[in-house]
């Protein structure tokens, strides 16, 4: 085969080691925070049968969705989002879940978008759910754990934007916006943040929003709370203020500080149908929302035919592996801790027994399978990262003894053979 | 949409929470023997372009690939193992990648195969390579790391059989296996524990063999063998026998006993070059190997032209699964640590502290969001295999109390809200 064609898909990535783990040690962090949070995993098959997802995401998500049809002659899709998947689960499971039902997925999904900006067509979502509950109890649990996660991830400086789709329906609806053209007013509003006010208010416009309306519009999206009883006298007659003041409230209670009400908040997708919110980092803003998520009543009982109501957030995580190696945050784990070198075939029994007594002591390992200079199992170690050489010679051996050689600072010691595991394990 | 479309394709399946926790629980446990043991982890694409993945696998392979054209016009297919685009990347990124490279990818793969016997068209694939070294300690390295792996699922009774390709190849050749029937012969040997001795000395008989060969190659196939010494003394006339014996050797000093050398042993792919060896649990035989793999020179370099020598074992996850299961060695965790009861509304905040601090020591923690009768709640935590309830009424509450129930005993005990974390961390 030509070494040019040699090459992963337009919008697939291999992950090397080094990214591999730290993408790995981001999964499992991300985990330990959700399980805390009492979520609990569901994984559902990378292909359905294409009537379960075809439909569910707009003409446009149609166009994006990898389908074919197999040789069992059945039309198929590989999934497209976490979301569907989990509603066709609901839906068939009815009988065997314990509701809510707290579940999260990290796991991959496919579209063929165009691949500009960081946008890849194979990327992880990092999704938990609630499902089952009204309560907005289960709103603030969903931010207080993406939260968590992000602190968990040692990222300290994040803001969470919060805001209510029943109040921006209603500011929008005194606006004079004509009927229909709510949603796409909510799509021009989430542009806000890119193309400016000027553009949105003349965006507006052409939706059909009146001069009058344009300005009371923004009056009111620009306004700023003092407390959750600022909200409520502000907001008092558009529907929704009491669920939001009262979201803000149970934030506090968890310790939430790092909010921020901000009524032009819109997110996208037009299922949401009260609490949205999104995080974003104030170091990294061209990354722009790295989670983010809401309230969804109408959409999980898709299947069912009744509707569930059901709150999520999302972490995206390769935009946020992207922010965090800008921000240097990312911290790739030792590869391994100890290389046990090989200097002497003769030696070989010694140096297994080490290598099998320091990993019996749990430490990560390499070994040199073949003797060869010093020099290049050094520089192997180096490559790969590694913190501590063990150097037996003939002349240690002899003693029962090792050279402990710590790579990143050069220093090295001598010590029995039988204090190795004690002394690299601490 | 109708009901009875609600499905998930057939041989692809659908985990809910309890096991998918047990599947990722195992996930877990493993790769922590992986690292130990100096592997990393590489992640390749679930698509590849077709002609990547297209011949390498035989007419049989090819059939069962998930194959498509994209909406790019591009062949494309859902990767079938995970040792093919290994060899891609080990052909694209030859200048990044340090070798020896030691790998591990735990990761789902497509066949469309028949679905029978626990056979399913999605399944994971749990794999170890080294790639770059034809040190036989590697061999003996993958062998290790497999049976720690199973050792740290809590698996203590499982047998690890062991071969070396060379010796069945010069075994057969000395029977008089006709030139080019060789890899068909391995593939009826392979089939031994199945069918039987008596059908694969016909079925052998078919190949070409003759009476007298088909009773040399029985003899010295059934042969057993005390120690090392007696592997070179019995086999002196075959080619492999001094890398065997050398395999034992080192098995022996990496302190693995559990081990049997089986000249019958055939592996049914053809790639494999030397080492040999397969894993199965006497108490489960039914579920055939749940482990093997072997050395295997050839495959690896297929990309870049020159031969890259490898070796490497897999889990076969899904099989090892139902193996534990029956063997009712599978534990599945306990869902959360903790419900946090909701008796009533006034106390909310009571409730979300109690719930904050546990989350904070590391407890997983389940909050029941609506205030209802403490018996639903019960029912609930009992459904959802909760250990504790922690339960604050009004009375408790004036207090600073809290009655903390263990669920599995019944017993209930009265302490301060401020030892609530001490006593359920214990």
Chains 1, 2 share one sequence.
Do not use: H
């Not at 009400?261 to 299922?271: I, P």
């Not at 609490?275 to 999980?300: C, N, V, W």
């Amino acid at each position: 085969m030509a070494k040019k064609n040699l090459q992963t898909l337009k919008g697939f990535r291999d992950f090397l080691p080094e990214q591999a783990l730290a993408r790995e040690e981001m999964f499992k962090k991300i985990r330990v925070v959700f399980q805390k949070y009492g979520f609990l995993p569901l994984e559902t098959p990378v292909l359905e049968y294409k009537e379960i997802l075809a439909g569910k995401y707009g003409d446009e998500g149609e166009k994006l969705m990898y389908q074919f049809r197999d040789r069992g002659e059945r039309d198929v899709a590989m999934r497209y989002d976490l979301t569907v998947p989990l509603a066709r689960v609901v839906a068939q499971y009815q009988n065997e879940l314990v509701m809510p039902l707290k579940r999260y997925q990290i796991a991959p999904v496919w579209r063929a978008d165009n691949t500009q900006k960081g946008r890849y067509r194979e990327f992880y979502q990092c999704d938990v759910d609630v499902v089952g509950s009204d309560s907005i109890i289960a709103d603030t649990e969903i931010i207080a754990c993406m939260a968590e996660s992000l602190t968990a991830l040692d990222i300290t400086d994040f803001v969470i934007r919060i805001n209510n789709r029943k109040i921006l329906d209603a500011i929008l609806k005194n606006s004079g916006i004509p009927k229909g053209k709510t949603v796409d007013a909510i799509r021009v509003i989430d542009k806000l943040e890119k193309i400016g006010e000027a553009r949105v208010r003349e965006e507006l416009a052409l939706l059909g929003i009146k001069t009058k309306g344009r300005q009371d519009l923004f009056e009111i999206l620009n306004a700023g709370f003092e407390d959750t009883n600022d909200i409520e006298v502000k907001l008092a007659e558009y529907d929704g203020a009491g669920e939001l003041a009262e979201l803000v409230e149970i934030l506090l209670e968890w310790g939430i500080k790092n909010y921020q009400v901000d009524l032009t908040l819109a997110r996208g997708l037009d299922y949401y149908t009260s609490t949205i919110f999104e995080i974003i980092l104030p170091d990294a803003p061209q990354y722009g929302s790295i989670a983010g998520g809401g309230r969804y009543d109408k959409l999980i009982g898709m299947f069912s035919g009744k509707d569930i109501p059901a709150v999520g957030g999302s972490i995206g995580i390769d935009r946020l592996a992207s922010a965090l190696e800008e921000l240097e945050l990312i911290k790739y784990d030792l590869v391994s801790d100890v290389l046990v070198c090989n200097l002497d075939e003769e030696l070989e029994e010694t140096y297994l027994r080490v290598t099998k007594d320091l990993r019996a002591a749990g430490l990560k390992v390499d070994f040199y399978y073949t003797s060869d200079k010093l020099d290049k199992q050094l520089k192997y170690a180096d490559k790969k990262n590694i913190n501590f050489a063990v150097i037996i010679g003939s002349d240690e051996a002899a003693k029962n003894e090792a050279t402990v050689k710590n790579l990143m600072t050069g220093k090295q010691v001598k010590m029995k053979q039988t204090e190795l595991v004690r002394n690299l394990k601490s």
